[in-house]
């Protein structure tokens, strides 16, 4: 048996390389390509570019050749370029953000500031979902759904004017074109950025895209967690006109008037698309915790908004003039009190960063804002134990009477309320003060559990996150 298995090898062998040699002996070998056919595409500049690390960098893949002739010369000059696939980075000292020209999107968006557990340890947190196959954020969204695809899988140019952000080069702008002159269809996309602020100012303006378009937030495009708490809203939130509204729609919910503003959040962080003129937007359920958000524009009309994506900071939100601010949820409490506690919790919130300001320490501004909070309650909890102390002198007499009037109810009520009168006693009065001061602490609870602020702020010793728990359950 080993004898054959050694046969069977060697005449293997044989075959395998000795039929290319028979194949050209025999002059049936296919005749080998021209090594001008064969010589690999050359990529363009924009393809090859590599810029500073601390800018903008471009990486070039398998190179794809398009040449645009315009029939009426109205697109522009006919011309051709060597494309590939690139990765854009845009780095500042708030965040890293990266886009690819297939599609003109955003396939990353880091807050430098701000980490988070990952698999590798502690990273930045990441904005843009990177789960599944879902549309990244800046895509362009069509009725014709053929159409779609293609600007979703085209490449577009990309011309660029900055390759650092920082003091000296404050401002930078970045342009994607995407150009098909059979279908007389052209797409510009361009963003400014901002080396210290969270905005990018937008504007797309298109040619020959019937019916109008959508610019797309993407799917959870800052949501880093949806979190299973009771207080706040994870999920889409839209200003249209003066009504805010923050619900997550069974399938999908079309929006039309005047659109201020729509933003995809959780709890600390949130992405917030501004148009300057909008008429409607769109908001899509994608599955289970997952959310979508787009506004729609008009046939050949120029898209300019500012796009938000950072954290939930209070001031920074309110800097826009549009409540913005008010997804910062300050106002849970009972059903209908919203309101109450929530012009109780800012004034709340100014003083924590009021102590915060000289203290330093978010954990010593809290403890400041609590007595604070007592001092100015000692009123009240002086009649709250005033009236106690005064209900336990009655308890004999209160005893007594429901003993003697233990089968007549109403009259029991009558000598009651004659007992607490003539002794100048409220029932209540224990428990009224206490009711009173409720809406103040659930506000400071509201002001803990929701700003940012809080989030990786150390106190003392082993806690140095007041966002979460004590991992010894000490304090």
């Not at 920074?316 to 309101?339: H, M, Q, V």
């Not at 000289?358 to 309650?377: D, S």
């Not at 209540?428 to 001061?437: D, E, I, R, S, T």
């Amino acid at each position: 048996m080993e004898k054959r298995v050694v046969v069977f090898l060697i005449v293997s062998l044989l075959i395998i390389f000795g039929w290319n040699y028979v194949l050209e002996k025999m002059g049936w070998a296919p005749v080998p390509q021209e090594a001008e056919e064969s010589a690999p595409m050359e990529s363009s500049p924009l393809s090859t570019e590599i810029l500073e690390n601390e800018g903008m960098v471009a990486r070039s893949v398998p190179s794809l050749s398009v040449e645009v002739a315009p029939e009426d010369g109205s697109l522009g000059e006919k011309f051709s370029l060597d494309l590939s696939e690139e990765a854009i980075v845009v780095e500042s000292d708030l965040y890293r953000a990266e886009l690819t020209n297939r599609g003109g999107v955003v396939t990353s968006w880091e807050l430098k500031r701000y980490m988070t557990e990952g698999a590798d340890g502690t990273v930045p947190v990441q904005l843009v979902y990177q789960e599944g196959q879902f549309q990244r954020p800046l895509a362009l969204v069509l009725g014709d759904e053929d159409l779609t695809k293609e600007l979703l899988n085209g490449l577009y140019k990309v011309e660029r004017d900055f390759s650092v952000l920082d003091e000296t080069h404050p401002v930078g702008h970045l342009t994607l074109g995407y150009s098909n002159a059979e279908k007389g269809i052209l797409v510009e996309k361009r963003l400014g950025f901002h080396y210290d602020s969270y905005v990018v100012d937008v504007s797309i303006r298109t040619t020959g895209l019937p019916g109008g378009f959508d610019i797309g937030l993407g799917t959870n495009f800052g949501i880093v967690e949806w979190g299973e708490g009771f207080i706040g809203l994870v999920g889409p939130a839209y200003l249209i006109g003066d009504e805010l509204e923050k619900e997550t729609p069974d399938q999908e919910a079309i929006k039309t008037g005047d659109i201020r503003w729509v933003a995809l959040q959780d709890k600390y962080f949130m992405s917030a698309l501004i148009p300057k003129a909008a008429k409607v937007a769109r908001i899509r359920n994608e599955g289970e915790k997952l959310v979508s958000a787009r506004v729609g524009f008009g046939e050949d009309e120029a898209a300019e908004f500012e796009l938000f994506s950072g954290p939930k900071q209070y001031d920074t939100l309110k800097g826009f003039n549009l409540r913005l601010e008010d997804t910062i949820d300050f106002g849970w409490f009972i059903y209908g009190s919203w309101d109450i506690v929530r012009s109780v919790a800012k004034p709340v919130f100014y003083v924590l960063r009021f102590f915060h300001r000289y203290t330093e320490n978010f954990g010593l501004a809290i403890i400041l804002v609590t007595v604070c909070i007592k001092l100015v309650f000692v009123p009240l909890q002086y009649k709250s134990y005033k009236s106690m102390k005064d209900m336990q002198v009655v308890q004999p007499k209160v005893l007594e009477l429901q003993k003697k009037f233990k089968d007549d109810r109403e009259r029991l009520n009558r000598e009651l309320m004659k007992l607490y009168k003539d002794h100048r006693v409220n029932p209540v009065g224990g428990c009224l003060p206490m009711l009173l001061q409720m809406p103040v602490f659930i506000a400071l609870f509201n002001i803990l559990y929701m700003t940012i602020d809080l989030r990786q702020a150390p106190f003392i010793l082993w806690i140095r996150d007041l966002s979460a728990p004590d991992p010894f359950y000490v304090l």
